[in-house]
Nanobody, 123 residues
Framework: VQLQASGGGLVQAGGSLRLSCTDSRRTFSNNAVGWFRQAPGKEREFVGA????????QYSESVKGRFTVSRDHSKSTVYLQMDSLKPEDTAVYYC?????????????????WGQGTQVTVSS
């Protein structure tokens, strides 16, 4: 598995979690990386993305102001800091590598996916 997502768990509403996405092959330094999530019975949806150099980020309206995407090239890792978590944030979270250095919210722009990590927010 090229991309490894980790850091999920159970947290109370209002709490925080930080997810990590590590590239075992250290090949995504020139690519944008996105985070998506999928709740039971729902479509996989875009959460946020970061450009290759970290200068540009994009978020869905549902997480804007609460979630932050960042990256550390020295560790080949992209992070998703999730604050003020809500029960509706409960989902399996996936990271994905984009084809290009800048990318948006379309799943089709991300050909390489990691396995997901479960995030459960209790009320």
């Amino acid at each position: 598995v090229q991309l490894q997502a980790s850091g999920g768990g159970l947290v109370q509403a209002g709490g925080s979690l930080r997810l990590s996405c590590t590239d075992s092959r250290r090949t995504f330094s020139n690519n944008a990386v996105g985070w998506f999530r999928q709740a039971p019975g729902k479509e996989r949806e875009f959460v946020g993305a970061i450009s290759w150099n970290g200068a540009s980020t994009q978020y869905s309206e549902s997480v804007k102001g609460r979630f932050t995407v960042s990256r550390d090239h020295s560790k080949s890792t992209v992070y998703l800091q999730m604050d003020s978590l809500k029960p509706e944030d409960t989902a399996v979270y996936y990271c994905a590598k984009a084809r290009s250095s800048y990318s948006g919210s379309s799943r089709s722009s991300y050909p390489v996916w990691g396995q997901g990590t479960q995030v459960t927010v209790s009320s």
